[in-house]
């Protein structure tokens, strides 16, 4: 046990590098990634590093269980002492409390991150072991639950005490099976059995074997307490003491054997990790794929016809520009009249494509998968769809610098209404000959151009926000929306 080759420098690099990776894209199909994350940095950093740098710190030794199981009972009967609180109302141990012998105090003072309260005592049995009493795992305050898993994952061995009553209820069973997962030995003690309650004993080795547990149940029947103690009587823990004290004997053999089972279980799963989070990237990376793919081409989808409305032009006469003098003279634009048109025109035009874009995350990103609202994303884009609205306004006044000064009003806004709309061609022709039509063809594509990178934009914008938050308990809910994301694609390939 002693860091003969390295290997503490190896774990403290491997740590580093799981804590900086990036696992942004890595939660799209499980939001537990990151936990995942930081129980293993944990378990390298307050378990196996420590174990190497401190071999000779005696065992720790974590109870964990439901509230109102007995545990800070057998903690204070194992010890002697009567220092852990216990009581009628759950929960009692709000904060964990540590006993140890006073030379080993300083090794407990934090553990795995948590600050403990350190108890010192004399026991003969506190020579080779620190016992932690810790917060049920399974009332309605979550930190409880974090603060016991975090001690678990710095146990040389788990005590998981569970009672007649309690045995059946379900946290319990997600924590034994994460305490197995780490490679953690466990000892099962069956609490406060009664003659009335003696075929729990069987029912809860029966569902220990389904969850492919190995070992015997230690049985502690219910004892009298008496009123203001803390404790049972001796005799009832001193089977549980017994096996504690049996596994000191050959401590270095079992403390060896326990970091191997340890080091290889944190190794294994580091290695589901990446896997999983390589195969969450790929999946990322066909949702954006997917994404971007109906955003393409769609701003050439828009249906602009309507947006012009109160231009009064009377209608051309035929002949083109030689023939249309009069119409001309008659129908000069007062300046005013094209500024209220253009401005018109880009309210409609910028509330058209910010709703059809609106649309289109609702469909494709929708709610509740973004880091943000549709709202957030929307508006994240207004400035680029301004931007690109007032860029072709620009356009379109540059097309008329050749038009004689005074109908240049009435050529903007013959541009701007053919441009969107079908508009008059005749018209059309009496300002710009024959070269009209190519004119408003190259204005149209201009548009449309410059709204697809609107499009594409958001799209983009749209993948960033997909950034995981925190998806607890939604993760199929959010993968079968994003699978239709997916889905909607390739349909549109075929
Ligand atoms: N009569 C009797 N009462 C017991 C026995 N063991 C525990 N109790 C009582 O059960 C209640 C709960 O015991 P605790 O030791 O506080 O339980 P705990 O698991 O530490 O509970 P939390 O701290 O809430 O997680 C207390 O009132 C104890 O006195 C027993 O063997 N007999
Ligand atoms: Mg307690």
Redesign the pocket.
Known sequence: MRNSNGLVDDLERLASELETQDLRSASFTSSRTSQTRDRLVRIIRAYLIPRLTNPDAPLCVVFA????????????SLSGLEV???????????NPVILASGRARHHFENVGGVECEVITGSAPILNHIGVV????ID?TAVE?RVTAESLIDCADIVVM?TSALRYADLVPWEVLRRAMSRGTPLIFVL??VTSGSSGAITDFGSRLSEEGVEGDIIV??????EVG??S?PAL?VRELGRRLVGLTRDRDRYQREIFQRVLDSTITQISELAAQVESDREWAGVVDAGIRFSFHDKAHDLDMSGLVTGLEISAAPPGGRLRSRRWRRLNRLPSGDLVELEATLRCRLITLVESDLRGMILRDGELGIIGGTVEDVVRGTHVITSQAIDGWLDMVRGEVDEVNKRDRNLASAVLLSTALDSGDRQALESLFGADGDVLIERLRLALLDRLQVVYTQTADHLCESLAPVSYEGEADELAARLTRVVARSHFADA
């Not at 269980?65 to 204070?76: D, E, F």
């Not at 009628?88 to 709000?94: F, G, S």
């Open positions: 269980g439901p509230t109102g199981s007995g545990k800070s009972t057998l903690v204070n852990s609180e216990t009581g009628p109302i759950r929960p009692t141990t709000k009493d810790t917060p049920d009332s409880h005490v609490n406060r502690v029947p219910e004892h009298h307490v103690k803390h049972v009832a």
